[in-house]
């Protein structure tokens, strides 16, 4: 007698959770708002101090009789500027909830970064080579562009602080030498601190 085998039907597959696709679905809203969002992190009172210290590092280098130590004055300040923005960023995006590490922040960390990087090898190569006199213009040039570049990513005013540096930076070739601290003191200094309240008013600190 032939054997009788047992027909194998096949095995459905198990229906789709509801929870797993609404989950899926809020994970793509949600990348899909930040990719949208802008950086907000920008520090407006940490701007503002900044300013305060470039002010005073612009009097203290105009007082300087050699060059060379007004030059050190100014690397000290780059260096307390730089920690204090970055101190004052972090504070306001974990005060706002958004990371240093999200899409916007890297979005406006790789757009600042090249002019920036340029910056500071053009000035360690006028450094080298003896034009000191043509380090502030630069340092405002390439700095206006790293913020004009990043500030895409960002609220508004922000490019146009970057666009305010270029602008007087171009103007301070055109200057005599003697002028290098007071345009110093008007762009990282007076620049700032209005752009900063600017900011910490229309944009939570």
């Given amino acids: 007698m032939a054997i009788l085998r047992p027909i194998k039907i096949n095995e459905q597959r198990e229906p789709e959770r509801l929870s797993d ?3 899926d679905n809020l994970r793509f ?3 899909t708002m930040e990719r949208s969002t802008s950086f907000t992190a920008v520090p407006g009172y940490g701007g503002i101090l900044m300013g305060a210290t470039a002010v005073a590092a612009a009097y203290v280098a105009n007082r300087q009789v050699y060059l060379v130590d007004a030059l050190t004055v100014w690397f000290v300040e780059a260096v307390l500027a730089f920690a204090i923005g970055l101190l004052a960023m972090w504070q306001k995006s974990k005060i706002a909830g958004q990371s240093l590490f999200s899409t916007p922040a890297r979005k406006f960390a790789f757009g600042s970064a090249p002019p920036f990087v340029a910056g500071i090898a053009i000035v360690l190569g006028l450094w080298k080579f003896g034009h000191y006199y043509e380090m502030a213009p630069v340092c405002m040039l390439t700095y206006g562009a790293a913020v004009a570049c990043g500030g895409a990513f960002s609220v508004r005013v922000v490019p146009v602080m970057g666009w305010l540096f270029m602008a007087l930076g171009a103007i301070a070739f055109l200057l ?3 002028y290098a601290n007071t345009m110093m003191a008007i762009t990282f200094g007076g620049l700032h601190i209005v752009f900063g309240a600017i900011i910490a008013r ?4």
């Fill in 176 to 178: 005599p030498t003697n």
């Fill in 29 to 31: 809203i949600r990348e």
């Fill in 202 to 205: 229309r944009y939570g600190g």
């Fill in 21 to 23: 696709r609404a989950i």
